[in-house]
């Protein structure tokens, strides 16, 4: 009795891929293939592979790199926001300084 051809099944769920093949029969050897299929079908699962696989990783890449750069614009932008204020108060303090100055020395002229 020949082992059953076993054929690998491939589900796409989201960003997970799972493949599954079911066992061999029974009364198929040991050393027997997973797969008994041409070479040609050998190629066209392992691009499948190949492919599921770089894009997994492409998306998990993409995700941490996002967050690390979100992460380090947020601090960046606390950051400036932090300088312009402190700018900003170190010119009104100057402009009111100036501007109470100014109005003391002509209120002492008169």
Do not use: H, Y
């Amino acid at each position: 009795m020949a082992p059953a051809a076993v054929t690998p099944a491939v589900w796409r769920t989201g960003a997970a891929v799972i493949v599954t093949a079911l066992p061999p029969a029974v009364s198929a050897p040991a050393a027997a293939p997973i797969i008994d299929k041409p070479e040609q079908d050998w190629a066209a699962l392992e691009q499948r592979l190949n492919e599921a696989v770089v894009q997994q990783l492409t998306a998990r890449v993409e995700a941490a790199i996002e967050a690390q750069v979100a992460q380090a614009l947020g601090q960046l932008a606390q950051d400036l926001a932090g300088q312009l204020r402190a700018g900003l108060r170190e010119t009104i303090a100057a402009s009111v300084a100036e501007s109470v100055a100014g109005q003391l020395a002509q209120a002492r002229k008169e």
